[in-house]
């Protein structure tokens, strides 16, 4: 089914970098989340009424909730498609996280409320009805929203989506929380126990929940995020496969809405080829990573001296004490000045943001220490950098 669907209404559903297609996925993924979801709360809220069951209207308004979330996410996805203009030069892509975050809201808004009608239950308890017809069509809500949630996973690891896969997640939780409707139904006509209201608070809890981690999700990229490993792998690696480019560094990424990033970085060059062949270099790479990866980078040369083996053989020498301190740490721009007495070395040591002030400090010291020790002569002079990467957890 989902792949039909795709095939149908997404136009060349294979080239997922364009726009034009990310976008119709978007769409796509709206229409069949708001016909889906009013279809279940129409249901939903026509049983709860039967049943007098705050935990089955409670999970119908959600499913109301989730068709307006859904309504609201279309608006998003054309704002968001909408081309760069004179006061928005890198587009308008960021209004997808915008209304993500606005659907977030509304579905905390509705489990608060519904947290308050259950505890009210509590107060003053409403007998309940059991037909077995309406767990039958609970049981089908549940299909449903599992089949939503697969529906919106898939789409949002096609098209990279982190508001596809938060949707999925809050999909496969109202699919939890109908079940739960159902065990208390069950309980009743088994037990004649009304746990309806208990099972309201945690229904609401969860909603509210889901909706606080839509949030989170849709504040990271809209505060800015680290460069995430597979990206900064394919960036650097894709700048570093062209002749005339010996090492990258200083990686830093703008996100402007999903498919939309703009990045810089500093590419190493040789110093005894001229600047013109270099900069004809790096033109082509910042055209060819925009027409292939669709990324508008900016590349800032750096020469450095290949022909100095005294140079390459001390850089090595403080690589691996750099490494032998922390895989994780790297160093670059690494420079030397020779004197009489004392030789300098010069270079930027990038180090994770975890790193504290005091560590930094104390890397320092052991790192100058060390290399003291393989020559008197040695005294380094560095500059310690945060690296832009996603820590590996």
Known sequence: MTDFLIKYFVKNYKETGKLSVRTAYGLLASVVGICCNIFLFAIKFAIGMFLHSISVVADSFNNLSDAGSSIISFAGVKMASKPADEEHPFGHGRMEYITALIVAFLIIEVGFTFLKDAIG???????????????????????????????????????????????????????????????????????????????????????????????????????????????????????????????????????????????????????????????EIIDKIERDILKDLGLFLVIHMDPIETNNEQLEKIKQQVQDVVHELNLAFSIHDFRMVV???????????????????????????????????????????????????????
């Open 121 to 279: 239950k509590i107060k003053e308890p409403q007998e309940m009805q059991f037909q077995l017809w309406t767990v039958v069509v609970l049981l089908l809500s549940i299909g449903v929203k599992l089949w939503l949630s697969f529906f919106n996973k898939k789409i949002g690891k096609t098209i990279h989506s982190k508001v596809m896969m938060a949707t999925a997640t809050d999909s496969m939780g109202d699919a939890v929380l109908t079940f739960t409707t159902v065990v208390s139904l069950v309980v009743y006509k088994v037990t004649g126990v009304n746990i309806d209201a208990f099972v309201g608070i945690g229904v609401s809890l969860l909603i509210m929940w889901a909706g606080i981690g839509i949030a989170r999700d849709t504040l990271e990229p809209l505060m800015g995020e680290a460069v995430p490993t597979e990206m900064y792998q394919e960036i650097t690696s894709y700048v570093e496969a062209y002749d005339g480019i010996l090492g990258t560094h200083d990686l830093i990424v703008h996100n402007y809405g999903p498919g939309r990033s703009m990045a810089s970085v500093h590419a190493e060059v040789s110093n005894s080829v001229d600047i013109e062949v270099s900069h």
């Open 339 to 393: 004197g009489e007495k004392q030789i300098n070395l010069i270079f930027d040591l990038v180090v994770p943001l975890s790193c504290s002030k005091e560590a930094k400090k104390e890397i320092c010291q052991i790192l100058r220490k060390k290399m003291h020790e393989i020559d008197e002569r040695y005294q380094c002079v560095i500059q310690v950098e945060n690296s832009f990467v996603a820590e590996e957890k």
